[in-house]
């Protein structure tokens, strides 16, 4: 993929100073949800940076309990979903007349789009910065490269975010309550890729059971909306009891903090993934027709086994059109458990 291929756009910042600290600083990203966790690894590194400052989070009502579930952000500001351009526009207004008021310093916005444009207008800080939204690269280096421009070229994302007490201890009782155990390593599947193109074949998922538990003691678990019940079913069917289907039992906040009691995830493009990214999760994630230079997991504990080195690679089609989803059918159960094991560290304990 070429450079060429991606829109280009300005971005505009004006760097703190750095002569003194920033005491309130306003961050900004209205959606998606997997898009709104990939900002938190930097949003908690912000605050190693400025353990006194106020840190606050404009999102939308939906993604609020995310942000909400960090001891690094002090407030969640919530702007509610509407439906058409001047609901958006009062909106805007409302939420930037709100952020003037707050006298915040530095405003990071990583939407960029024309509402929280106007917010960051209307907030008049002193320093500002906006995400780019289409540099081929990963997300999470784009939400990195925001917060350095807006005057913090120090920054260093947290490596495994830390999420309140009380989420994990609740996180602990409802695996209990559907018969998990601490003692054994927490493995979470996720085929929650939106297109056929983007799933792995169910069969692969029990067979990766199979494999890791002849490998050593594990537990497995499935989390998410309705959309992915009957997926969910058919792996927990045929996986047996080691499988926890905990499918539209958790909100937000609780998916949240399940996945910070995992050893591993094996998952398809979603926002479940990036959520489990963000909180330091080892991944391997099966990216399909998924454009993987821009949502691809980063660092160490991840891997992409994406299909951007095929002729027909990263196409965006819903169905793929050779009818065999190649890219991803040629990545076996034992590929994928190999590739998995090799990333988690050697301890799997997991204190509540």
């Known amino acids: ?20 600290d920033p005491k309130k600083i306003l961050i900004i990203r209205l959606h998606a949800l997997g898009d709104v966790a990939v900002t938190l690894p930097a949003s908690a590194g912000l605050r190693a940076l400025y353990p006194s400052a106020q840190i606050d989070f404009l999102t939308m009502e939906e993604n609020a309990p995310l942000p909400g579930s960090l001891p690094a ?28 008021r707050q006298d915040y310093e530095v405003v990071i916005d990583l939407q960029r789009n024309w509402i929280s444009r106007t917010i960051r207008r209307l907030a008049l800080p002193k320093a500002w910065s906006e995400f780019d939204r289409y540099a081929p690269k990963p997300a999470a280096n784009r939400v990195l490269d925001a917060f350095r421009a807006a005057g913090f070229p120090d920054l260093v994302p947290a490596r495994s975010l830390v999420i309140r007490d009380r989420l994990r201890t609740e996180a602990f009782k409802l695996l209990a309550d559907y018969g998990g155990s601490p003692e054994f390593p927490l493995i979470v599947l996720n085929p ?16 990766l059971v ?14 998410g ?13 045929s996986a ?23 050893s591993a995830m094996i998952t398809e493009d979603s926002g479940l993934m990036h959520m489990a990214w963000s909180l330091g999760v080892p991944i391997v994630a099966l990216f399909g027709s998924s454009r993987h230079v821009w949502s691809a997991p ?5 891997r992409s086994l994406h299909s951007g080195d095929l002729p027909c690679g990263q196409c965006m089609s819903p169905r793929c059109q050779f009818g065999d989803i190649h890219c991803l059918t ?10 998995a094991v090799d990333l988690i560290p050697a301890t799997h304990a997991r204190a509540v």
Not at 240 to 262: D, I, P, Q, Y
Request: with cysteine; glycine share 6%; charged share 20%.
């Open 298 to 302: 980063t660092g160490s504990r991840s």
């Open 225 to 237: 909306t309705g959309r992915i019940r009957e997926k969910a079913s058919a792996i927990s069917g």
């Open 192 to 207: 929650a890729g939106l297109w056929e193109s983007r799933n792995w074949p169910l069969e692969n998922y029990a067979s």
């Open 210 to 223: 199979n494999l890791w538990l002849a490998h050593e003691q594990a537990q497995f678990l499935i989390i």
């Open 330 to 339: 040629r990545y076996t159960p034992a590929m994928v458990f190999k590739i």
């Open 73 to 100: 952000i002090d407030r969640v500001l919530r702007i509610p979903a509407c439906s058409n351009r001047r609901d958006w526009f009062t909106q805007a207004l409302h939420c930037g007349g709100a952020a003037r």
């Open 1 to 20: 993929m070429t450079n060429g291929e991606f829109p280009r756009e300005t971005q505009s910042c004006l760097p703190w100073p750095r002569k003194t």
């Open 240 to 262: 047996g009891k080691a499988v926890v289907n905990l499918v539209e039992k958790t909100n937000t906040e609780m998916a949240f903090a399940l996945l910070s009691c995992a």
